[in-house]
């Protein structure tokens, strides 16, 4: 179901937008990157979590860590990561093919700065063997997304 959610979100919204499947989990930011013959900094990795109330998502670069200290600035508390039942249930998504797209419920999307340094990444797609290849600043428009600061300095980007 959670797969065939993304496909409908994408042939409603960006129908151009192909989900790719493959053979290879790509349950990890590491066999993500292998599957889809990325650097794994370019795998948009969505994290879900609780701050307060409120249940938030927050897309990242694959490489990238969540900053505490950064994030309960923006995000208005302390964030801690939801369980697996939790994360399901929320998103509709299994964890590993936890995406921004075709949520079961309509949550926040904040996408970290980090991202802004590739013009293609490859978030997953509903499921643990697939993704979309989208520019950032697509994707940010696709889901009504936020800019915010909230990952570690990684230095300089590779392309």
């Given at each position: 179901?959670?797969?065939?959610?993304?496909?409908?979100?994408?042939?409603?919204?960006?129908?151009?937008?192909?989900?790719?499947?493959?053979?290879?989990?790509?349950?990890?930011?590491?066999?993500?990157?292998?599957?889809?013959?990325?650097?794994?900094?370019?795998?948009?990795?969505?994290?879900?979590?609780?701050?307060?109330?409120?249940?938030?998502?927050?897309?990242?670069?694959?490489?990238?860590?969540?900053?505490?200290?950064?994030?309960?600035?923006?995000?208005?508390?302390?964030?801690?990561?939801?369980?697996?039942?939790?994360?399901?249930?929320?998103?509709?998504?299994?964890?590993?093919?936890?995406c921004p797209f075709g949520l079961a419920t309509p949550l926040?999307?904040?996408?970290?700065?980090?991202?802004?340094?590739?013009?293609?990444?490859?978030?997953?797609?509903?499921?643990?063997?697939?993704?979309?290849?989208?520019?950032?600043?697509?994707?940010?428009?696709?889901?009504?997304?936020?800019?915010?600061?909230?990952?570690?300095?990684?230095?300089?980007?590779?392309?």
């Amino acid at each position: 179901m959670s797969l065939e959610s993304v496909r409908a979100f994408f042939a409603a919204h960006a129908p151009d937008i192909a989900v790719i499947e493959t053979d290879d989990s790509s349950a990890t930011v590491a066999l993500a990157a292998a599957a889809h013959g990325v650097d794994p900094a370019r795998i948009a990795k969505t994290l879900s979590l609780r701050v307060g109330e409120r249940v938030v998502l927050v897309v990242a670069r694959g490489d990238a860590r969540l900053d505490n200290r950064k994030a309960k600035a923006v995000l208005g508390g302390k964030p801690r990561m939801l369980d697996t039942a939790e994360v399901e249930a929320l998103t509709g998504h299994p964890v590993g093919g936890v995406c921004p797209f075709g949520l079961a419920t309509p949550l926040p999307v904040y996408c970290d700065v980090s991202l802004k340094a590739f013009d293609e990444v490859v978030p997953a797609a509903g499921s643990t063997r697939s993704a979309v290849r989208i520019a950032p600043e697509r994707m940010l428009a696709l889901t009504g997304g936020e800019w915010v600061d909230v990952c570690q300095d990684i230095g300089t980007p590779e392309g």
